[in-house]
């Protein structure tokens, strides 16, 4: 364990003593740990008042910048995710709408437009719910403070300029997650209800169930 003490004052260096105790303390964390490199990776709190190596946290906890620990995200989500998420829900649906209206028959598009706006309002609330708090639409995130929470990998620290510390995870969780989630459910619920709407209601194969 690392303990900061006052330099002693040599004479006429009563500043570079103040100086240098504080740049001890600066590399210092609660206890006395060292304080993790780089700006994503942290400590976690462990049992009896100790804490882990320094690594990445947990996929919904990020770094508390004052003192490096890993803090589980308990924030709802702000008016900026909301609508980021909302602007990646729609540009499916926008895709869909457009190659449904280029290469299908006339007399199916207004099916399909529906079929195309159940399948992605169906995918939506499904993906809200499986996050945390689960089975709510209102959901926790960890937000956005910087423009490198998005990119994560090119902050990784190389301390002694050979060996990296891996700290990458999620740090915008779940607006990176959630989208991937969505997209899976709407690509199950595009494959369920496609075929069953154009074999039922137009009467045609199978295998024309998406646009044909």
Same mark, same amino acid.
């Given at each position: ?31 006395? *740990?060292?304080?993790? /490199?780089? %700006?994503?990776?942290?400590? !976690? %709190?462990?049992? =009896?008042? $100790?804490?882990? *190596? ?7 906890? %990020?770094?508390?910048?004052?003192? %490096?620990?890993? =803090? ?7 008016? @900026? ?19 449904? $209206? ?36 209102? !959901? ?5 403070? *910087? ?7 090119? @902050? $990784?620290?190389?301390?002694? @300029?050979?060996?990296?510390? $891996?700290?990458?995870? =999620? ?11 969505? !997209? ?10 496609? /075929? ?10 199978? !295998? ?5």
């Amino acid at each position: 364990m690392h303990v900061c003490v006052p330099f002693p004052r040599w004479g006429t260096s009563l500043f570079l003593g103040a100086v240098l105790t504080a740049l001890c303390t600066s590399v210092l964390s609660v206890n006395g *740990q060292a304080r993790c /490199p780089g %700006r994503y990776c942290g400590r !976690i %709190r462990l049992k =009896e008042n $100790n804490f882990s *190596q320094c690594g990445k946290c947990p996929i919904g906890w %990020r770094v508390d910048m004052h003192h %490096r620990l890993c =803090e589980k995200c308990s924030s709802d989500a702000v008016t @900026y995710d909301w609508l980021y998420l909302a602007f990646m829900a729609i540009l499916p649906v926008l895709f869909n709408s457009y190659v449904t $209206n280029k290469y299908s028959a006339s007399q199916k598009v207004p099916g399909l437009f529906l079929s195309i706006i159940l399948e992605s309002a169906l995918a939506a609330i499904f993906s809200l719910l499986s996050f945390e708090p689960h089975g709510s639409l209102i !959901i926790t995130s960890c937000g956005v403070k *910087q423009l490198s929470d998005w990119y994560p990998p090119f @902050y $990784n620290p190389i301390p002694d @300029y050979v060996h990296t510390i $891996n700290c990458t995870r =999620e740090i915008v969780h779940p607006l990176y997650s959630l989208v991937f989630v969505y !997209i899976a459910f709407l690509l199950l619920l595009i494959m369920l209800f496609r /075929p069953l709407l154009v074999v039922k209601w137009y009467q045609l194969r199978s !295998i024309d169930s998406i646009y044909d």
